[in-house]
């Protein structure tokens, strides 16, 4: 067999690979698979990230960047949902469903981080049991915990004596026998598997938290493919963990990437001028009016100047919404709820304000999803029923009706901004009332919301993990955290309760299935739109793809230039 310099400089590469050599911060070099190490990523957005605390933040841009630091005891594959081993290398359920044992896997280490003495430390099935623990806190800190709380024995208890500091006692429902980790609920919950996927429930060492207290927003420590090295007010750069357990499918050590950085952006415009420039690799969340205005002009086009691209798009499971503040005397009062949903017509919205960029949620308030069978019977457009509900709350043609400000958590001109404002057209034109947009910040919006000063509001959700109880348990009032809509049904509450342990899937099927269609009947919310999961990806980049979580894993990405025409 002759060799040529190629197969000479291949084998160079391969024996550095097998070796764990680092590779060069600029250099795209050739490794096994056709893959390649080296090279950065980089993308833009306008919604700032507070923290890189995984417990602490809630906000998808946030979850996105804090995934990649941080890794949970399960993963969720985004694109065919199906539940794989993480820091557990597998897991058992006992027969009656309120027991979970997970094998932790060796050879997983933390970050290099001052909490070690700059070294690394491997991770043990102790450090699992701390930040699950963690998750059922009452600690400021720990904004996600509420279902490990209502579901993991003992988690309830634990909650309240820890509003301040972490009883050393622990959780009684969490125990750890070696390297294996067992978890007892207080009864069986179906898919409990799939809330463990949660990017929230990254594992953190304890040294971390006596170290950095709250601050460890800015000093992430986790197990996952990328370390942090700057956070400003810039953005965020991450650089490979050159200490990562996975391998890929031909024994490369993972990830591929030297780096990620995610630059904030002044608006829009900017962020799509950046890719056009080739200053930016990813372009999220992409206008569809303004694909062709990102790619250039027709002539740039002949001229060979376009950016090479793709474009890669997912149905999300994401509901955009109109939420009620039941406790007020105005939304108290089914018909005028009812009057809203009905008034508001997603189609028009969507194909006049979006430019057709969404789908009408006719799966009501849950995406459609298997378990649901899109057997939710939508209530549909219809002004002239909405004015006669509206007439027996007591106002007839919305005389007496008081002028509303609706919260709105984005910036003029946006895509949220934009939908709103077809909302409230409709409102007007159909039920002659007046409705002023708020545009605010989220945290703003969340204030508002508690305090109750908020009577009604615009809010989206996308889902924590693909099941139908990711949505429902947004309206469920009797759960450790009251809701954000300050009301409970019965009905509904026993149909979710059941459903929750239900292992039948017929049987829990029908029983989501009533809480879905009771949500449309009764108008707890206005669901606008479901979203879609756009972006627009440099040729260059391999990997990226849209996914139903709208959640991109930079693992496995890579830099492959194109090859020129």
Known sequence: MKFNIFHIVLACICLMTSCGGEQNETSITLIKGGKTYGGEVKYMTADKVQGLFPMAVVDKYSLSITGQVFESLLKMDPNTLVVRPAIAESFEINAAGDVYTFKIRPGILFHEDE???GEPRELTANDVKFALE??????????????LVDNIKGGLTFFEKSKSSLPAEGVSGIKVNGNVLTITLNKP???FEKVLTQANLGIFPKEAYDKYGKDLLKHPVGTGPFVLETMDDNGIRLVRNNSYW?????????????????????????????????????LLEIPVEEIENVLGTLQEARDGKNVKHRLESSNSLSIEYIGFNHKSELFSKKQVRQAFLLAINPSKMIDQKLSGEGNPPTNGFVPEMEELDNQIKPVGHDPEKARKLLAEAGYPNGNGFPELEIYVNAIKGSKIDQMMEGVVEQLKSELNINVKIK?????EREAAIASGKALIWRAGWIADYPDPVSFLGLIYGNGMQENAFHFSDPTFDKNFEAALVEKNVA???????????????DAFVVPIYNDNMLIMVNARVKGVTANPMELIDFTEVFIKEPREN
């Open 115 to 117: 909490c070690f003495d």
């Open 507 to 521: 049987n829990r099927s029908k029983l989501l299935l009533n809480c879905a269609q009771q949500v449309i009947d």
């Open 439 to 443: 545009l605010c910040d989220y945290a």
């Open 246 to 282: 996975k391998k890929d499918s031909f024994g490369n050590k993972l990830p591929y990437l030297n780096a990620i950085s995610m630059i904030y952006a002044s608006d829009k415009k900017s962020e799509m001028l950046a890719f056009r420039n080739k200053e930016i690799d990813l």
């Open 134 to 147: 963690f998750a059922c806190s009452g600690l400021e800190l720990n904004k996600v915990g509420n279902i």
């Open 189 to 191: 919950l179906v898919g």
